[in-house]
């Protein structure tokens, strides 16, 4: 990523956001591990332990491409999915608000099943949308450095852990 910073891993936690307007960390081992691009699921914990904008964001694949997962967009509380027919998440079906606090631990769950795209935050619905007959995209820019599994955060330090893939 341009000006890039630091990822760190160190005691099974990562950290991003160190030393840069955006960072992130990139996991590229997802066709190593036969895991299907339209059955499978992911859980992880993330933390904003200072900032105001996007933390513990996820990038995942989808078809040919990926979608990301926007957690504290747009100055801390705009919440969502980019891109779906070209629209990111501050456009589309997916923007909702969630009011994210410093120092306090997430629990996400991504969950895609055939054509439905589910995600959680602590255990609470947050985005349920058929991907049907949709255009499933990134949005323009460094975060396609994310694919085909990845996390990135923008003008803030971000704590992911316990991090869980697998197919359904």
Not at 66 to 81: D, H, K, P
Not at 127 to 150: A, D, F, H, M, N
Request: glycine share 12%; charged share 25%; proline share 3%.
């Amino acid at each position: 990523m341009e000006h890039q910073g630091e990822a760190l891993l160190k005691n099974g936690e990562i950290t991003t956001g160190i030393g840069a307007p955006m960072t992130g960390i990139t996991f590229t081992a997802w066709e190593s591990l036969g895991i299907p691009r339209d059955h499978y699921l992911i859980e992880y914990e993330t933390l904003r332990a200072e900032g105001g904008d996007f933390f513990g964001s996820i990038t995942f694949p989808v078809r040919d491409s990926g979608l990301t997962f926007i957690m504290g967009g747009w100055g801390g509380g705009l919440t969502g999915v980019s891109s779906i027919d070209g629209l990111d998440a501050s456009e589309n079906m997916t923007r909702g608000h969630f009011d994210f606090q410093n120092q306090r631990w997430y629990r996400v769950r991504v969950e895609l099943r055939d054509e439905t795209l589910t995600i959680t935050i602590d255990e609470r619905p947050f985005v349920k949308v058929s991907l049907k007959g949709r255009q499933t995209s990134l949005r323009y820019g460094e975060i396609s450095k994310c694919l085909p599994l990845g996390f990135a955060s923008y003008l803030t330090t971000a704590h992911i852990r316990r991090l869980i893939v697998r197919e359904l």
